[in-house]
């Protein structure tokens, strides 16, 4: 199911702000700042449209505090539709695309799309696999590193990221400084359940991994094996693709600061993508939901 962009949330303010506390206080209203409970009150008048008054600290709060929203000028139908947008686009969807269709500036387009990636960004972090499934981990290069040149041969210059796609289910990613056999190891380790099947290719960065998973199946690309029955790393390849044709289609460069922030972004479409049941109004829900307890200031990312 795709979302309808004459969906009054997304021209509405207090449509908006009704649905967002829908969203966020399903239960009823709890305060933020102290945690209580069914003890705000709803204040009233033009200048505080949305403002509630809590019964117990007698602080005063809005459904955006808290949040990734908390301290934007920009108004809440705005941040709904940039989420739905960003949600829904496969590739992403660039600041400047935002800055157009939203009537914001380039520079507040830029942040909000950061702030949208941190409410994508998962708290889930139970190990991957498990009970004899499958998680494919491969490694790839983007982009250049700050301050490096471009070299022949090798890849040092580049950004080096390392995802984990567990078949059939979710993708989790990290960029990191230098993608050898101790740093790749312990991304693995910490994020993969010992027992499981974990595919790779014939690298040398997995290395002594069939003595802590159940078992550890390789490919060789370099005598051109693509598939040996299930053994395969063509769902982590095939994710590597929308990423990479997303960074140079969509995005075009990204600076090491920001690139686990997009990783985060790419995660998230993947491991809810529609073949597992997600349609883009579930996605732009969990996004809302994703986006309670986290903050990001623009001195953080710029």
């Known amino acids: 199911m795709t979302c309808d962009l004459t969906n009054p949330i997304f021209t509405n303010e207090a449509s908006a702000i009704e649905h967002l506390e829908a ?61 739905h947008l960003m949600a829904s686009s496969k590739k992403g969807i660039s600041a400047h695309q935002l800055h157009r269709m939203l009537g914001i500036t380039y520079k507040s387009a830029w942040f909000m799309a950061h702030r949208i990636r941190e409410a994508m960004a998962p708290a889930d972090s139970a190990p991957m696999g498990g009970n004899g499934g499958i998680v494919e981990a491969d490694e790839t290069y983007i982009g250049r590193k700050k301050g490096r040149t471009v070299k022949r041969g090798g890849a040092h210059h580049k950004m080096a990221v390392v995802s984990l796609v567990e078949r ?53 690309h370099g005598n051109s094996e693509y598939a040996r029955g299930d053994v395969t790393t063509n769902s982590v390849e095939g994710f590597f693709s929308i990423f990479k044709r997303g960074m140079k289609g969509t995005y075009h460069h990204c600076g090491e600061q920001h690139l686990q922030r997009y990783l985060a972004e790419f995660d998230f479409r993947y491991s809810t993508r529609t073949k597992l049941g997600w349609s883009d109004i579930g996605r732009a829900a969990s996004i809302i939901k994703g986006a309670e307890g986290k903050r990001l200031t623009y001195r953080q990312v710029s």
Not at 32 to 44: E, I, N, T
Not at 177 to 201: F, G, K
């Open 23 to 83: 969203s966020r206080w399903s239960q009823g209203v709890t305060c933020p700042l102290c945690g209580s409970a069914d003890k705000a009150k709803k204040m009233g008048g033009k200048t505080q449209a949305g403002m509630f008054l809590c019964g117990d600290c007698r602080g005063k709060f809005t459904v955006r505090t808290g949040t990734v929203f908390e301290r934007s000028h920009i108004p809440l139908h705005k941040w709904l539709l940039a989420t």
């Open 168 to 220: 059939g289910g979710k993708a989790r990613s990290f960029y990191v400084e230098r993608a050898d056999q101790r740093t790749v190891a312990d991304i693995v380790s910490a994020n993969v359940a010992p027992d499981t099947r974990l595919h790779t290719d014939e690298s040398r960065l997995y290395a002594g991994a069939d003595k802590v998973y159940a078992a550890h199946e390789t490919i060789n």
